[in-house]
């Protein structure tokens, strides 16, 4: 079984200003990791992924992420923030191969202030 | 595509009353999830669909709720009765492959 740990449940930051939002998973065989975004009002949405290959996985909206495996962290930095990223941020880990339970984090708000 | 069609969007009702929701996944995509979302306990997994066949009902919380996905563009979560503790956000997903789920905008549903 996977878990997943958002020590952050909450994130303000000024705009124009870098983040990192941290998540940290558990795991004993290999995984796939992902971020996905959540809006006021509005279902998930697939930010980025990891799979294989890169440890540094670019995504949409100017997000990135990076997979430690030695820290079995994966954490999400954007260089600098817009109003319209204010959102809730979730990490999330599955097993790799077939069919394998998603297993979300608690969630982190990202506020961004202008 | 429209994405994944959730309804309601939004549902208020008593308890002891019948719920069901509905969901319409994206066409061409082969599997169904529903989720639960709460303040408590954050995003859950309720029940997963492949090929309109129930592969993972292991988050279905007790008898009450049930799950059918009668064809590949249909699929309903009913809770019979409801309770106050169902109150939640419920989002259905649906994949092509294993690692990416497209969410509907979800139901919010309230058991009064």
């Known amino acids: 079984a996977q878990s997943v740990t958002q020590l952050d449940s909450q994130v303000p930051v000024f705009e124009e200003a870098p983040v990192e939002l941290r998540c940290n998973y558990s795991?004993?065989?290999?995984?796939?990791l992902f971020w996905y975004v959540q809006y006021p009002n509005q279902g998930l949405q697939l930010l980025l992924k990891y799979l294989s290959g890169s440890t540094l996985v670019k995504g949409i909206n100017g997000f990135e992420a990076e997979f430690n495996k030695s820290q079995t962290s994966f954490h999400l930095r954007k260089p600098s923030v817009h109003i319209s990223d204010t959102a809730e941020y979730f990490c999330?880990?599955?097993?790799?191969?077939?069919?394998?339970?998603?297993?979300f984090g608690t969630g982190t708000k990202l506020q961004v202030i202008p | 595509d429209a994405g994944v069609i959730q309804s309601p969007r939004h549902e208020v009702t008593e308890m002891g009353q019948e719920v069901t929701l509905r969901c319409k996944p994206i066409?061409?995509?082969?599997?169904l999830f529903w989720y639960r979302q709460t303040m408590m306990r954050g995003l859950e997994l309720l029940i997963y669909f492949n090929n309109n066949v129930p592969i993972d009902d292991s988050g279905m919380p007790e008898d009450r709720f049930s799950a059918k996905m009668p064809n590949a563009s249909f699929s309903t979560l009913k809770i019979q009765p409801s309770e106050p503790r169902d109150s939640a956000v419920y989002f259905c997903a649906s994949s092509l492959t294993e690692y990416e789920q497209y969410f509907g905008p979800g139901t919010r549903l309230t058991v009064t």
């Open positions: 795991s004993s065989v290999s995984v796939y």
């Open positions: 999330a880990v599955s097993g790799s191969g077939g069919y394998q339970k998603v297993t």
């Open positions: 066409s061409g995509h082969n599997s």
